[in-house]
T-cell receptor, first 115, second 111 residues
Framework: EAGVAQSPRYKIIEKRQSVAFWCNPI?????LYWYQQILGQGPKLLIQ????????DSQLPKDRFSAERLKGVDSTLKIQPAKLEDSAVYLC?????????????FGSGTQLSVL | KQEVTQIPAALSVPEGENLVLNCSFT??????LQWFRQDPGKGLTSLLL?????REQTSGRLNASLDKSSGRSTLYIAASQPGDSATYLC??????????FGTGTRLTVIP
């Protein structure tokens, strides 16, 4: 079974530039999550999708971050414009239907460096 | 305020030793607690999931326990191996559609 795919693996940009990350969840998984993990910290949820609808985006800095999940499969996360403090690993995860007892399956992440 | 704390932040042990990683949480309305492993430059791998109605879960050399009354979970690793070196994260699910993670314990097993 293929896992959660993310690209790119690494991205280096200058502040005020734009960047986009892509995620393809495990086939058949209805729920998709984007997490931000700053060095030395645990992952923090940015946004959760159930199919193509947003369940929770309360932690997403909406002035600069946006995400979409068209057709309820792949998802993209965009930052525009980037700030130095956005340097982090961006992790995508998926689960079968978002229930409380479910395991989450994570991708390898995209490591973003903002200079 | 919801908090998940993991102590120590880093731990080094010689190969073959048994060890315990600690996780404490403040929100008693817990649905489940999960333990993850993270290797450098990689994503998280789910190790064990303990439902709130359970006291422990076992997988191979790993055993995780959950004590809701004291707000604590432990991950026990038996007969540690160099391949166990990684960062171990616990995460609490309280039903608000969100896993709340601790900051992790970085484990190094010395051959």
């Amino acid at each position: 079974e293929a896992g959660v795919a993310q690209s790119p693996r690494y991205k280096i940009i200058e502040k005020r530039q734009s960047v986009a990350f892509w995620c393809n969840p495990i086939s058949g998984h209805a729920t998709l999550y984007w997490y931000q993990q700053i060095l030395g910290q645990g992952p923090k949820l940015l946004i959760q999708f159930q199919n193509n609808g947003v369940v929770d985006d309360s932690q997403l800095p909406k002035d600069r971050f946006s995400a979409e999940r068209l057709k309820g499969v792949d998802s993209t996360l965009k930052i525009q414009p980037a700030k130095l403090e956005d340097s982090a690993v961006y992790l995508c995860a998926s689960s079968l239907d978002g229930g409380a007892g479910e395991k989450l399956f994570f991708g390898s992440g995209t490591q973003l460096s903002v200079l | 305020k919801q908090e998940v704390t993991q102590i120590p932040a880093a731990l080094s042990v010689p190969e073959g030793e048994n060890l315990v990683l600690n996780c404490s949480f403040t929100d008693s309305a817990i649905y489940n607690l999960q333990w993850f492993r993270q290797d450098p430059g990689k994503g998280l791998t789910s190790l064990l999931l303990i439902q709130s109605s359970q006291r422990e879960q076992t997988s191979g050399r790993l055993n995780a326990s959950l004590d809701k009354s004291s707000g604590r979970s432990t991950l026990y690793i038996a007969a540690s191996q160099p391949g166990d070196s990684a960062t171990y994260l616990c995460a609490e699910y309280t039903g608000a559609n969100n896993l709340f993670f601790g900051t992790g314990t970085r484990l190094t097993v010395i051959p």
